[in-house]
């Protein structure tokens, strides 16, 4: 009947008519032995992808060995600090923007801090703000009269605002690496907090030794890339400095654009690691939307067209040669460049071989694929050390 409880026993595949309790996944017994035997055999190593320190905590206890990626946009929807970023996106001058920034500075680092602490010194890199800013402006009403009020301007002020917001593609415009162009506080606010939460945390834990990694999104540019990164290592040096102590960090970038890919050489000189946005790269090579390839893939794998969802599971004839040939090129360039990918298909399987046969040093996944991901990886050795 409609609303009554059943149970399903993942293992077994036996079916219960009633609401049995449940723990927490945790890795034992059997399978926790054939962990440690892919553990033994693996060289890739697996991170997770990871905004909270639950999701972060979650993904230790299933063997991740850091964060591959940090989503800190995440960090920004709570009702105490979306409010503040609306006052950002609503300012008129740097002053305004940057006394908003400065409302989240302290909570961004709270944040950091949490995470360094839940992933026990392994290491966290952690993505500059992403997404286009309509994303987080009000569409409620009230909420555009609270801001209005707030910012001391009239309902149609804040609704211009909003509408000239609007593009017709967000995904592809002024988003990314573009938003520290045209808004460098953001870029060094951000700095602030995740270069002021590795010292607190350093401090207080010395055998944690946080080294942040800085990743800078959708560069496809490497004067956009060095134009950031001055904005970061200028800051990151003189909060270092006003400390007086010694942090190593450091700074990369997401490659996610095929422009990026085809010059890695060139990404190479400023970006310190590559960090594979395979999302992202798989829809600009493609050419079509993620959120809307579903009103037609299905009719592709009917005919045949395509084998996979090209988002599930690497294209190596494609997206996989510009993943290739932009490792070639920053090795060139950078020969002890870290390589990771930390798109949705770090976790699949046959990707994961991808990545191992081409050299990258990690995957990063969800929390919960960590497991399917370190056994990969180990088949992929395995695999590899027979041919």
């Known amino acids: 009947m409609e609303g009554d409880y059943i149970s399903l026993d993942g293992s077994t595949g036996n079916i219960y008519g009633e609401a ?15 962990m440690e035997l892919a553990d033994k055999y693996r060289t890739l190593k697996v991170r997770t992808n990871a905004d909270t320190p639950k999701d972060a905590q979650q993904a230790m206890s299933f063997g991740a060995e850091g964060i591959g990626l940090c989503r800190t946009e995440h960090m920004f929807f709570e009702a105490d600090r979306i409010a503040a970023i609306r006052e950002m996106i609503c300012s008129d001058t740097v002053a305004q923007r940057e006394a908003a920034l400065s409302k989240l500075e302290p909570m961004q680092q709270g944040d950091f801090e949490q995470l360094y602490i839940a992933m026990n010194g392994y290491p966290v890199t952690i993505r500059f703000l992403d997404p286009p800013l309509h994303e987080f402006v009000p569409t409620e009403e009230k909420d555009i009269e609270l801001l209005a009020n707030t910012q001391g301007k009239t309902v149609e002020d804040i609704k211009a605002i909003i509408e000239s917001l609007h593009e017709f593609n967000p995904m592809m415009g002024h988003r990314g690496c573009r938003l520290a162009v045209t808004y460098p506080e953001i870029a060094a606010m951000q700095t602030r907090a995740v ?18 990694e800085i990743m800078i999104p959708l560069v496809g540019e490497l004067k956009e890339l060095q134009f950031v990164k001055k904005t970061v290592v200028e800051t990151a040096d003189a909060v270092i400095k006003e400390a007086g102590v010694t942090l190593e960090y450091k700074v990369g970038t997401m490659i996610e654009i095929p422009r990026a890919a085809l010059t890695a050489d060139e990404i190479a000189t400023e970006a310190e690691f590559f960090s594979f946005g395979t999302n992202d790269l798989t829809q600009m090579t493609f050419g079509f ?6 009103k037609f893939l ?20 494609g997206v996989g040669k510009l993943v290739k040939m932009a490792c070639d090129l920053g090795r060139q360039t950078r020969p002890d460049i870290k390589l990771g990918i930390c798109g949705e ?15 990258l040093s990690y995957v990063s996944c969800s929390p919960f694929r960590v497991p399917i991901a370190r056994l ?11 041919k």
């Not at 270069?195 to 942040?212: C, D, L, R």
């Not at 990886?377 to 695999?383: F, L, M, N, S, Y």
């Open 20 to 34: 049995i309790p449940t723990v927490p996944a945790s890795i034992s017994g059997e399978f926790g032995r054939v």
């Open 195 to 212: 270069i002021k939460a590795a010292i607190n945390v350093n401090k207080s834990n010395p055998e944690f030794n946080v080294v942040p």
């Open 289 to 294: 939307s993620r959120d809307d390839a579903g």
């Open 298 to 317: 299905t009719a592709y794998y009917e005919n045949k067209i395509y084998e996979n969802d090209p988002f599930a599971r690497i294209d190596k004839n």
């Open 345 to 359: 298909h770090g976790g699949d399987p046959t990707t994961v071989e991808f990545c191992h046969n081409v050299g």
């Open 376 to 386: 990969a990886a180990a088949q992929a050795a395995i695999k590899d050390g027979r």
